[in-house]
């Protein structure tokens, strides 16, 4: 099951929706929106998305992960639209025989997730905003590094 | 062709109408965008196209009914990083070990 949705997220029922008499194990990952981010508090986020495009890459990272593991049962979710410090941004839920199968599977999603899924992030600032991963996000990175360096 | 997050802001709108030559590619609406936006990006070649929603390279020619989008770095990293840059995504070349 895939979800984009501007609704809170809600982990328990998706890890419901996944259980079933011939799976044993069953992970469950909370992508939690954090207060601090590279030492800057952030007030709230927002996450866009390009849609059904990334409706479409998530099932195929499903798709991708029924393919390596014993996996049959997935469930994807991710929130959009302004977000509280401390809400769950993604939820992933899979379900498989034996726990080692269901944790290797659920890590490789959230990786996935991050790198194919057109979904942006923006953080909230006291003092301005960032889309994470964008050119003003690593010129503001660059700078923080090439602030703690020596010398 | 679409924009989104933080290219939307930079250009400041979410739909772009750009008119390009017969047998423009990927590539040449990457370059045509970095000329007309450049504070968008310091490499065109780094430009993330999806037509018709799917990742496409640049050398991927463009047809007059296609849905573009250009894809600013997800809230993960940025492409490059991942290898990802330009080619298309390709899930079933890259099975590494599980």
Known sequence: MINITHEPLDAEALTSQVLSETNGAVVTFLGVTRRFTRGREVLHLEYEAYRPMADSKLAEIAGEMRERWSVEDIAIAHRLGRLEVGEVSLVVAVASPHRREAFAACQYCVDRVKQTVPIWKKEFFEDGEVWVGSQDDEVALEAAHSSVRPG | ?98
């Not at chain 2, 290219?7 to 590539?27: F, I, K, M, W």
């Not at chain 2, 929603?53 to 009914?65: M, V």
């Open chain 2, 1 to 98: 062709m679409r924009l989104f997050a933080s290219y939307r802001e930079r250009v400041g709108q979410a739909e772009l109408a750009l008119d390009l030559p017969e047998g423009a590619t990927a590539g040449s609406l990457a370059t045509e965008i970095a000329r007309r936006f450049p504070d968008l990006t310091r490499d065109p070649g780094k430009l993330v196209v999806a037509v018709n929603q799917e990742y496409r390279d640049h050398g991927y020619g463009l047809s007059d009914e296609d849905e573009v989008a250009l894809i600013p770095p997800v809230s993960g990293g940025s492409f490059e990083s991942w290898g990802l840059r330009p080619a298309p995504h390709q899930p079933k070349n890259r099975r590494g070990q599980p």
